[in-house]
Structure formats: C-alpha cells, structure tokens
C-alpha cells in the first residue's frame, strides 16, 4: 500500500495497476491547476489546495473500482448578498474504472463509470469532475450571518417568512361566498 501525505497527487496513474495493488493515494491538488473548477468559483486564498484521498482496489466481481474523498476550501458568491462566503466543498464517491461505453453501462447503479485508457487515468481531472459535482447550484450564507439579512428582515420582522397572518377557521374564500349570495 503506498501513501504518500501531504504531497502534491500525480496528475496521471495507471489506476488498473493501482486496484490490483489495492493502492491508496493521498495528496494536494492545488486549485490553481484546476481550470475549469477555478472559473466556477468565485475565488480562493493564494496556495489553496483540495485535499484527496483515493483508495483503488477490485470488488467482488473484479471490477477495478476507485473510492475517494475531497476537500477544497472556496470562496463563492452569495446568492442573497453577492458577497464572498467561504465554504470547505467536500465530496465522498465510488467510480468504476471502465476503457469504454460498454463497460460503464454494465457497472451496477451505485458506481458511476470514469473513463480511462489502457493504462492512465488523469486524477487531477477526476477530482475536478467531482468538485464541479458538489458545487451548490444556489449558495447561501447562514440566514443570521448574511450581509442582507437586515432586508430580509424587513420582509419578513419574526423570522417566518412572507406569509399574511389569518385567523384560524377564517376561510379565505368566505369573500366569494358573500358575493355569490348577494348576486341571487
């Protein structure tokens, strides 16, 4: 079992290789290298880097399958505010390594397929794949923790939302009511 901590992760690996060995590899990735993930988000501290940890090895039916876990400290936009919020993304994921189309659609439901060639798989990919993955369609300080919560506030004073205040057993439609008896 190799383990190499705290180092950056090889960008590419021969994952077969790795699942027969029953490898696990930890390291950085530094989100600077991460392209597509970068422009997704709406920044990160200089030297930041997504924490990995991928464990490969065969299940039961000698499926070569990778099992890992990420962590990457961002900033994203609020969608309330627009201001900076600092969140740690982290993702738990099991993929089956697969050379085609026909091998990813014979893995069982609980493996999503990565595809590899022969002998190499690009990790640095993989993990941006699954950053991209876990990134919050809508992000959102706590309520009590964002910048506009003295508007919100001001729509909403109890905390309870926008909802008119009723008395219970009034019938909203008791106005319809009276209008269809005065008409006859």
Not at 16 to 33: D, F, H
Not at 53 to 62: N, V
Not at 78 to 85: E, P, V, Y
Request: glycine residues 6%; proline residues 7%.
């Amino acid at each position: 079992m190799s383990n190499a901590s705290n180092a950056e992760l090889p960008k590419s690996v021969d994952p077969y290789r790795l699942a027969e060995q029953n490898s696990t590899l930890e390291g950085e990735i530094p989100i600077s290298g991460l392209g597509r993930f970068r422009e997704a988000v709406l920044g990160f501290s200089e030297g930041a880097a997504c924490r990995v940890k991928l464990s490969f090895f065969m299940d039961g039916e000698r499926r070569r399958v990778v099992s890992g876990e990420l962590a990457a400290p961002v900033d994203l936009e609020c969608q309330r505010c627009m201001g900076a919020m600092s969140v740690n993304l982290v993702s738990q994921f099991k993929l089956g390594l697969v050379t085609s189309d026909e091998q990813a659609q014979q893995l069982p439901k609980e493996l999503e397929p990565f595809l590899t060639d022969d002998f190499t798989a690009d990790l640095w990919s993989m993990v941006e794949d699954e950053l991209l993955l876990v990134l919050p369609p809508f992000p959102f300080h706590e309520r009590d923790e964002c910048p506009a919560r003295e508007d919100l506030e001001a729509y909403e004073p109890d905390g309870s939302g926008a909802e008119p205040v009723r008395k219970s057993g009034e019938n909203p439609f008791s106005v319809l009511a009276d209008l269809k008896k005065t008409k006859h």
